[in-house]
C-alpha cells in the first residue's frame, strides 16, 4: 500500500454552482472527501449599492435597498427608512409602525421558508423545497396585493409606508396564519424530523456561543449557538416591545450545540413566532395615517446615524452620514452574511465536502447581501 | 444497548420517518393543485386577476398629463425623458416628447406616487420582452399635444372625465402624507375576475 501516493487537490466550486446560494466561489483544497480547506471568494455580486446612495438621494434610495437582500426586502426598506427618520427626527404614524412590521415579519416567513425549503434541496430532496415555496408564494400574493411587487417591494417611504392595507386584506392575511400553523407541522412529518435529514443535518459544523459571538455571527446562526439576542427584544425598535413572543434558542437537542440541525430547527420555529407576532400585529392595529409629511426635497441636517434591525439573516447595521445635502454623504450596510462568511473558512478544515453545501445552505448566506 | 440493537433502532426511524413524509406527499394527490400553466391553459388572462396595485409596465394617459414633471425629478435612474414648451401668451404647456426607457425602468413606482392625476401608471401588464433595447423605450408622444389643465368644476370631456376618474382612484390608492383617511376605502375597484389562484385559506 505504501505506493500509493495522494495529493492534495485545488477544488473550483462556483461561482455558478447550483447549491451555492447566489454568485459564489469557493476555492477548496482537498484531500479525497475531506476538505482541508475552503476558502470563499466574494464579490461576484458587487453593485456598488452604497455608492449608488450617494448619487439617487434620500427618497431615490428606497428602491436600491431591495436589492440589498432581495430575499427580505421588507428590512432592509425598514432600515433605510429609520435611518433617515432618525438623521431627520420625523416621527412615524402608529399605523405605519404596525404596517412596517406586518409586511416585514410576513417577510421574514416567507424567507425562512425559502431557506428551509433550499436546505432540503441542496442536501437531495426536492419534494420539501417545493412544498416550501408553494407556502412562500401564498405570502407573495398577499406581498403583491399590499404593495404590487412580489420581491422587490419598495414598500416603505421616509416616514411611513407608501399603501394602507388593502380593503379585506386583514382578513386574507389572519386566515393565511391559520394556515401556515399546520403546514409547519406538515413540513416537519415530511422532511425536519425524518431520519435521513436529521442524520444528515446533526453535528455537522457545529458552532459553540463563545465562537459565535467570536466571529460576529447574528441572527438565527447566532441563537442556534445558544446566545440569546434578538435586536427586537434586546434593542426594541418599532411597535416590537408592545408584542408578546418568544426567542427560540439552541439547545443541541440533535447532538451538538449549534450545528447544522440546529441552525435549521431555529427557521422553523421561528416561523410560528412571527406568526404569533402577526396574529397580534394584525388585531390590535390601530387607526389612523399611515405616512407621517417628509419634504419630497429631503435634506436631514449634517450628522451621522447608526440603526440595527433584527432581518431574517440578523442583526443588519445601517449607519448613514449626511452632509446636510439631498445626498447621503456615505451608507454602509453590515450584514449578517457576510460575517457568516468569514466563519466558513475555519468551519471546512475536516469537513466533507457534500457538507460544505449543508454548511452554506444552513448558515443562510444570500450572494447579495454578502456583495450589495 | 448494544450496536445491534442501536443499528434496528436507527433502521425503525428511518422507516417510520420516511412513511410520515409519503403520507404527507401522498395527501396532496387529492388535494387542489396550486400550479397553474401559464400561459396556455389559463382561464382568464394573469394580467386580469392581478391586484390594483401590480406594478406592471408603465403607461401615461397624455389627456391627463399636467407636464408638472414631477414623475421625471422622482424617477431614481432618469428614464423618464419629457420636453415641455411653455407659451407665453397663451400660458399653455406644451410637451413635445414624452419617453419611458423600459430597459432601465425597475418598476418602483416612485414616478406615479407624485402624480397630480395619476396620468403616469402602472398597468398589469408584465410581458415585456423584446428583441432590441430600442423598442423598449415607449414613446407616447408623436405630435406636439397640449397639456391638461385642471378646469373649475366637472370636467366636459366625457372620454377626459373617464381618464381622469380612473387616474384619481389610482392617486387615491397611495397613502396620503398624514391624512386619517385609510386611503384603501375609496372605491378601489378590485380585480373584476375572480382570482384563479386560490386564495390561501384554511384547508387548501
Ligand atoms: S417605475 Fe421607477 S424606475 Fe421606472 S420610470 Fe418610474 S420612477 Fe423611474
Ligand atoms: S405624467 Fe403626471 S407627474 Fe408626469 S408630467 Fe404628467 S402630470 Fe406630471
Redesign the pocket.
Known amino acids: 500500500m505504501s505506493m500509493l501516493r495522494t495529493e492534495e487537490m485545488t477544488l473550483n466550486m462556483g461561482p455558478q454552482h447550483p447549491s451555492t446560494h447566489g454568485v459564489l466561489r469557493f476555492v477548496i483544497r482537498t484531500d479525497g472527501e475531506v476538505m482541508r480547506e475552503a476558502i470563499p471568494d466574494v464579490g461576484y455580486l458587487h453593485r456598488s449599492i452604497e455608492k449608488i446612495a450617494e448619487k439617487v438621494g434620500y427618497h431615490?434610495f428606497m428602491?436600491y435597498t431591495d436589492r440589498v437582500d432581495y430575499v427580505c426586502a421588507m428590512f432592509t426598506n425598514q432600515a433605510w427608512g429609520m435611518a433617515c427618520e432618525k438623521l431627520a427626527g420625523v416621527e412615524v404614524p402608529r399605523r405605519g409602525e404596525y404596517c412596517r412590521v406586518i409586511a416585514a415579519e410576513f417577510n421574514r416567513i416567507a424567507s425562512h421558508l425559502l431557506t428551509v425549503g433550499l436546505m432540503g434541496m441542496d442536501i437531495g430532496a426536492m419534494t420539501p423545497f417545493v412544498h416550501a415555496l408553494r407556502e412562500r408564494e401564498m405570502i407573495n400574493d398577499l406581498i403583491e396585493e399590499l404593495c404590487g411587487a412580489r420581491l422587490t417591494f419598495?414598500y416603505m417611504r421616509i416616514g411611513g409606508v407608501a399603501w394602507d392595507l388593502p380593503p379585506g386584506w386583514r382578513d386574507k392575511a389572519l386566515a393565511y396564519l391559520d394556515h401556515l400553523e399546520p403546514i409547519v407541522n406538515e413540513f416537519n412529518a415530511l422532511f425536519s424530523y425524518n431520519k435521513i435529514c436529521i442524520e444528515r443535518l446533526a453535528k455537522v459544523a457545529a458552532i459553540g456561543p463563545a465562537d459565535a459571538i467570536d466571529y460576529n455571527l447574528v441572527g438565527p446562526n447566532l441563537r442556534a449557538a445558544g446566545v440569546n439576542w434578538d435586536v427586537r427584544r434586546d434593542l426594541p425598535y418599532s411597535v416590537y416591545p408592545e408584542f408578546d413572543f418568544e426567542i427560540p434558542l439552541g439547545s443541541g437537542e440533535w447532538g451538538a450545540i449549534g450545528d447544522a440541525m440546529d441552525r435549521y430547527m431555529m427557521r422553523i420555529r421561528e416561523l410560528t413566532q412571527s406568526a404569533r407576532i402577526l396574529r397580534q400585529a394584525l388585531t390590535q392595529i390601530p387607526d389612523g395615517p399611515v405616512l407621517a409629511k417628509v419634504v419630497r426635497n429631503f435634506k436631514p441636517a449634517a450628522g451621522e446615524c447608526q440603526v440595527r434591525v433584527e432581518s431574517a439573516r440578523g442583526d443588519q447595521g445601517w449607519y448613514v452620514v449626511s452632509d446636510g445635502t439631498s445626498y447621503p454623504w456615505r451608507v454602509h450596510v453590515r450584514t449578517g452574511s457576510f460575517a457568516a462568511m468569514g466563519m466558513i473558512q475555519k468551519l471546512s478544515r475536516g469537513l466533507m465536502i457534500a457538507d460544505l453545501v449543508v454548511l452554506i445552505a444552513s448558515l443562510d448566506v444570500i450572494a447579495p447581501e454578502i456583495d450589495r | 444497548m448494544g450496536a445491534a440493537a442501536t443499528y434496528f433502532r436507527h433502521l425503525r426511524e428511518a422507516v417510520v420517518s420516511i412513511f410520515d413524509g409519503m403520507a404527507v406527499s401522498a395527501s396532496h394527490l387529492i388535494r387542489r393543485p396550486y400550479t397553474i400553466q401559464y400561459p396556455d391553459r389559463m382561464p382568464v388572462r394573469v394580467q386580469d386577476t392581478l391586484p390594483f396595485r401590480y406594478?406592471g409596465i408603465?403607461d401615461v394617459d397624455l389627456e391627463i398629463c399636467t407636464g408638472c414633471l414631477a414623475?421625471d425629478r422622482?424617477?431614481?435612474?432618469?428614464?423618464?425623458a419629457i420636453a415641455i414648451e411653455k407659451n407665453a401668451a397663451t400660458r399653455e404647456i406644451v410637451i413635445s416628447q414624452f419617453d419611458?426607457?423600459?430597459a432601465?425602468?425597475?418598476?418602483?413606482?416612485?414616478?406615479?406616487?407624485p402624480c397630480p392625476t395619476g396620468a403616469?401608471h402602472?398597468t398589469t401588464e408584465f410581458e415585456g420582452a423584446d428583441f432590441s433595447l430600442e423598442s423598449l423605450i415607449r414613446r407616447f408622444i408623436a405630435e406636439p399635444v397640449v397639456a391638461y389643465k385642471a378646469k373649475k368644476g366637472a370636467e366636459p370631456d366625457v372620454a377626459v372625465a373617464d381618464l381622469l376618474t380612473r387616474g384619481m382612484t389610482y392617486v387615491d390608492e397611495w397613502a396620503q402624507p398624514g391624512s386619517d383617511k385609510p386611503a384603501a376605502v375609496a372605491a378601489a375597484p378590485q380585480a373584476a375576475v375572480a382570482p384563479v389562484v386560490p386564495v390561501p385559506g384554511p384547508g387548501k
Not at chain 2, 432601465?104 to 406616487?113: A, F, I, V, W
Request: with cysteine.
Open positions: 431615490g428602491p419598495n | 406594478r408603465l414623475c422622482a424617477c431614481p435612474i432618469d428614464c423618464i419611458i426607457d423600459l432601465k425602468c425597475m418598476y418602483c413606482g416612485l414616478c406615479s406616487e403616469i402602472h
